[in-house]
T-cell receptor, first 114, second 113 residues
Framework: ETGVTQSPTHLIKTRGQQVTLRCSSQSGHNTVSWYQQALGQGPQFIFQYYREEENGRGNFPPRFSGLQFPNYSSELNVNALELDDSALYLC?????????????FGSGTRLTVV | GESVGLHLPTLSVQEGDNSIINCAYSNSASDYFIWYKQESGKGPQFIIDIRSNMDKRQGQRVTVLLNKTVKHLSLQIAATQPGDSAVYFCAENISQAGTALIFGKGTTLSVSS
């Protein structure tokens, strides 16, 4: 059974640029959730995708968007990058309706905006 | 603001001691709580969970206590080992609102041998 894989592991972008982060869900999981973790803080829920549609969103502006593909993998896109977007971006896959025990987190993508 | 928080940002213990990590939550609608362990360079790893209809749950070397009256939960780790060194987060969920988790800021546990 494969876990959640995220790519790239590290990324440096310039303010104003756009970035795409990728996540492959664990085998058998059909839901993907994205979290932003600033340094020294707990993860913050960005949004969740189920059946290729956004199915829940946290307090993040529209320049944070995503996609889910038929194989349940997902992308997180961030436009017009700001310095405060520097963070670890975590992807978690699960079966629909399963939180906590049902979540499997990836190791994240470390995004630095300069 | 944060609806889940930990009382202490750091906790240092000796190997073999019991550790207690505390967390306060403010949303009375939350009905599911989870403790996660996050090691450097990794994503959060599930430790143990508890639903609001319980006040205690035990796992292997870990126990979670939930006090709904004061909106408090704790994680107890028995016979703490150096491998337990990590950042620990509590997270809450409102099951009827979906699977989004609200995390606190975390407690860094350091175990010295």
């Amino acid at each position: 059974e494969t876990g959640v894989t995220q790519s790239p592991t590290h990324l440096i972008k310039t303010r104003g640029q756009q970035v795409t982060l990728r996540c492959s869900s664990q085998s058998g999981h059909n839901t993907v959730s994205w979290y932003q973790q600033a340094l020294g803080q707990g993860p913050q829920f960005i949004f969740q995708y189920y059946r290729e549609e956004e199915n829940g969103r946290g307090n993040f502006p529209p320049r944070f968007s995503g996609l889910q593909f038929p194989n349940y993998s997902s992308e997180l896109n961030v436009n017009a990058l700001e310095l405060d977007d520097s963070a670890l971006y975590l992807c978690a896959s699960s079966l629909a309706g399963r939180a906590g025990y049902g979540y499997t987190f990836g190791s994240g993508t470390r995004l630095t905006v300069v | 603001g944060e609806s889940v928080g930990l009382h202490l940002p750091t906790l240092s213990v000796q190997e073999g001691d019991n550790s207690i990590i505390n967390c306060a939550y403010s949303n009375s609608a939350s009905d599911y709580f989870i403790w996660y362990k996050q090691e450097s360079g990794k994503g959060p790893q599930f430790i143990i969970d508890i639903r609001s209809n319980m006040d205690k749950r035990q796992g292997q070397r870990v126990t979670v206590l939930l006090n709904k009256t004061v909106k408090h939960l704790s994680l107890q780790i028995a016979a703490t080992q150096p491998g337990d060194s990590a950042v620990y987060f509590c997270a809450e969920n409102i099951s009827q609102a979906g699977t989004a988790l609200i995390f606190g800021k975390g407690t860094t546990l350091s175990v010295s041998s």
